[in-house]
Each structure stands twice: as structure tokens, then as C-alpha cells.
């Protein structure tokens, strides 16, 4: 079973997970996330729109996420949208080391480039994209302290 989904921090009748938990309420709730456990893994593939610099973020991420077991078939265009957004902000930044972070506009002022401004939209793209995939650390470490808070502690019936 996937660890993300854990059900121990429901303890019927007992404090924890922000409420008391009935039998029936802990029942639907393991019955409900069982529908979305696979039977069988079923292998991600590379969207067919991503073009090649984006499919080697894919590459990348997909080996670099492996262990992990947090990514599946369903995240397939999430993950793309993710790569694309990679790709581009690479190839924003090329273009500031090539023209420079600032431009002369009509008036003839310095203004920060459209190229900073995509990077820059871009990189904010990256970081949601990136939380909602657990693919930083911020991510994983939100993963990890939830799986730790439903680990059933054995000395808490001392403390009530």
C-alpha cells in the first residue's frame, strides 16, 4: 500500500488527528482510499507535446523520484506542465546571459527585461508545481512529518 496514505493517526475513540474518530468514520475512510490504490504500477510516459529539452527534465525527474514512490500515471500532465515550465525558465535565462537583465524602453528608460519577467514567471510555475509533485524538499519534508504524526505513539494513553 502507498505510505502516503495512512489511516493509523484515526485511533477510534482516542485524541489525535484533530478529532475523535468513530469506527464507521475510520472504515469509509480506508474503504474510499483503497479506490485509489493500484492494482498493478502502470509506467509513467513522457507527454507527446513536451519537446526535447523538456523530455530530459522528464528523464531526469522521473529517475531522480524513482525511490520515492510518490509520482503516477494520473501525474502525467502535471509532471509534463512541471518539465515544460523547467525547460523554459532554461531557456529564459539563456536569453538574459545573451541580452542582459535590463532593456531601453519606447521612452528611453532601463526597465528590467521581458526575459527576467518570464524567468520569472516561470520559476514561480516551477516552485507549485514542485510542492503539489513533492518533487523540493519543503514538499517531502511535509510528506515525511505527516506519515510521523500518524505513527501511533505507545506511551500516549500515559499522558491522557
Known amino acids: 500500500m502507498n ?6 493517526h484515526m485511533r477510534v475513540g482516542k485524541k489525535g488527528g484533530g478529532k475523535h474518530w468513530t469506527t464507521k468514520e475510520v472504515e469509509e475512510r480506508e474503504a474510499a482510499a483503497k479506490k485509489f490504490v ?20 522528464w528523464r531526469k525527474t ?3 523520484m524513482e525511490e520515492f514512490d510518490v509520482l503516477d500515471k494520473v501525474d502525467e500532465d502535471v509532471l509534463g506542465t512541471y518539465c515544460d515550465a523547467v525547460a523554459k525558465y532554461q531557456e529564459a535565462n539563456d536569453l538574459i546571459d545573451q541580452h542582459g537583465y535590463t532593456e531601453i524602453n519606447a521612452q528611453g528608460n532601463r526597465i528590467v527585461s521581458a526575459h527576467v519577467k518570464l524567468a520569472q514567471g516561470y520559476a514561480r510555475i516551477i516552485l507549485a508545481y514542485s510542492n503539489k509533485l513533492g518533487l523540493n524538499a519543503e514538499a517531502r519534508a511535509r510528506l515525511a512529518k505527516k506519515m510521523a504524526d500518524s505513527e501511533e505513539d505507545p506511551n500516549a494513553d500515559l499522558f491522557d
Open 62 to 64: 522521473i529517475k531522480d
Open 3 to 8: 505510505e502516503v496514505i495512512d489511516f493509523n
Open 38 to 57: 493500484r492494482k498493478k504500477k502502470k509506467k509513467m510516459k513522457v507527454p507527446e507535446w513536451l519537446n526535447d529539452e523538456a523530455r530530459k527534465v
